[in-house]
């Protein structure tokens, strides 16, 4: 036997062996890393599926809770119709039976009226015997003599007895006229129940999604900054959660910006280019907006067959507010509750309507015709074919001139009770005063003023000069001068009417 051959064999097979167990060494590290690796990725996906799921709950917690809210705003909003239903019924009810209460006492009355007059007709044939058997014993008068005085005695009588019973009915068409209008104009008010059309100067968006908030911000807020340089309107992005606020005074301004921001976020892209394109839109839609604000409010007045011209000078109105009222909501208004009076008094239901809807329209007009607004737009009616009767209740409903139907009448109420309905309106004290301060001083500052007073809510000024200082034929002069102050130097809507007052007074007193 080779010994030495068999060693060198046996070291071979060890060395093989070793380099086998290495191997393993080596595969078992690499398997050992490799499960280590997995189990960080299995650990990453845990946690990042664990952080969505977290995500995912508070988006449902957040949809829940203004699901709960909507719920409640519905269930209040429910809860007040019902509470209005029931105060409405009762009313209802309540004037039923004031109703039946009056036609009783008006019943009472005319059962008393009659027995009375049948009392009187017996003490009058009475004293008709009375007197004629008086005036033949006493008096020597034959009988056509008696009867004459009697025949005179009687009508005296008569006359007195009908001045009275007129008085008495003129008393009572007073108690009753006033309850009446006030149900008249309660039920009008009620039938057109519609919300207050108070205008404020931001305009709230809704966004689809809360990544749109990012989108507008724009990469270091380059989108917003540049929306707000084209449009001139301020856009605040945290003042609620899911909704974009717009702010400004200007309303056209600001409907230009809504437009605008609306086509961005339906288009989805939104860069300072895209931005300006959108822009451009807005203002090339903008007579399309106007007429379709015009067909609008028409059919929701229940107005048809107006000239174009009168359609498309109503749709500018959709931007036009007075004291923070819009002016075209307030015309649909107002041809609802024209209409409601008309047919409670029996008067011409479209005449009233159409009237009440056209009432404000000159008000789209001031700025570019001269006169007042109730004076341009009966001229604007007037051009496009409306009736004499329409074209009198446009005129007529500031008392500009004399009321020719009882249509122009309840034009004007219509106008009254739109305007004085609780938040119709709204200008601030401090403001008014201010205002009313500051013309009355430009007045007051010519020479030989005495007193300035603002009337009329600013739309007309009356100026009491000194008589010592100012004669009769420098009025004119002056009244002119002050309106041309009053021109130059304060901005102000419609007109304002100045008169100037000159009154010299002469005293003396006898010891």
């Not at 008085?167 to 104009?185: C, L």
């Not at 301004?253 to 300006?276: K, N, S, Y």
């Not at 107005?303 to 749709?315: A, C, F, K, M, N």
């Not at 249509?407 to 005063?433: H, I, K, N, T, W």
């Amino acid at each position: 036997m080779d010994l030495p051959q068999d060693i060198g064999t046996v070291i071979g097979l060890l060395g093989v062996c070793l380099v086998a167990l290495l191997l393993v060494v080596v595969a078992r590290r690499e398997a050992a890393a490799q499960r280590e690796q997995a189990a960080k990725d299995v650990a990453s996906i845990k946690d990042e599926a664990r952080d969505k799921f977290a995500r995912a709950e508070r988006r449902e917690a957040r949809a829940l809770e203004r699901e709960q809210a909507a719920a409640a705003e519905l269930a209040a909003a429910a809860e007040r119709e019902r509470a209005a239903r029931e105060r409405w019924e009762s009313a209802v009810e309540a004037d039923r039976v004031a109703q039946q209460r009056r036609e009783e006492a008006d019943r009472v009355a005319d059962a008393r009226l009659a027995r009375a007059e049948q009392d009187a007709l017996a003490l009058i044939a009475q004293a008709e015997q009375e007197v004629r058997a008086e005036l033949e014993q006493v008096g020597g008068l034959g009988a056509e003599e008696a009867r004459s005085e009697l025949a005179r005695r009687m009508t005296e009588q008569a006359s007195n007895d009908a001045a009275a019973q007129v008085r008495r009915t003129e008393a009572q068409a007073r108690r009753t006229a006033e309850a009446k209008a006030r149900r008249i104009v309660a039920t009008a008010v009620q039938r057109a129940a519609v919300p207050t059309s108070a205008q404020l100067a931001i305009t709230v968006l809704p966004l689809p999604s809360e990544e749109m908030k990012g989108r507008i911000i724009g990469k270091e807020g380059r989108n917003i900054r540049s929306f707000e340089a084209l449009t001139g309107v301020n856009v605040l992005v945290d003042d609620q959660p899911d909704a974009v606020v717009l702010s400004c005074f200007d309303a056209e301004r600001r409907e230009l910006a809504q437009v605008t921001l609306e086509a961005l976020m339906a288009d989805g892209r939104i860069h300072p280019q895209r931005i300006e394109a959108a822009y451009a839109e807005a203002i090339a839609g903008a007579d399309e907006r106007t007429l379709a604000a015009g067909h609008d409010a028409a059919e929701r007045a229940g107005v048809s067959g107006l000239h174009p011209d009168l359609v498309r000078t109503l749709g500018r109105l959709r931007l036009r507010t007075s004291y923070g009222q819009n002016v075209l909501e307030h015309l649909v208004e107002c041809a609802l509750l024209a209409a409601g009076l008309a047919a409670e008094v029996g008067a011409d239901v479209e005449v009233a309507r159409r009237g009440a809807f056209l009432h404000d329209i000159g008000k789209a007009l001031t700025a570019e015709e001269p006169g007042t607004h109730a004076h341009v737009g009966a001229a604007l009616a007037r051009r496009c074919g409306e009736s004499a009767t329409v074209v009198n209740a446009i005129e007529a409903h500031h008392d500009e001139v004399p009321m020719a139907t009882v249509e122009a009448v309840l034009v004007q109420a219509a106008d009254a009770v739109s305007a004085a309905r609780p938040g119709a309106r709204r200008e601030e004290l401090d403001q008014y005063v201010e205002r009313m301060d500051k013309l009355e001083a430009l007045v007051t500052a010519h020479a030989g003023v005495r007193r300035a007073l603002a009337m009329a809510a600013g739309r007309e000024v009356r100026v009491v000069v000194e008589p010592s200082e100012v004669d009769d034929h420098a009025m004119p002069q002056l009244a002119v001068a002050i309106a041309r102050h009053i021109e130059s130097d304060l901005t102000y809507p419609g007109e304002i009417k100045v008169t100037v007052v000159r009154e010299l007074r002469a005293s003396a007193t006898a010891g």
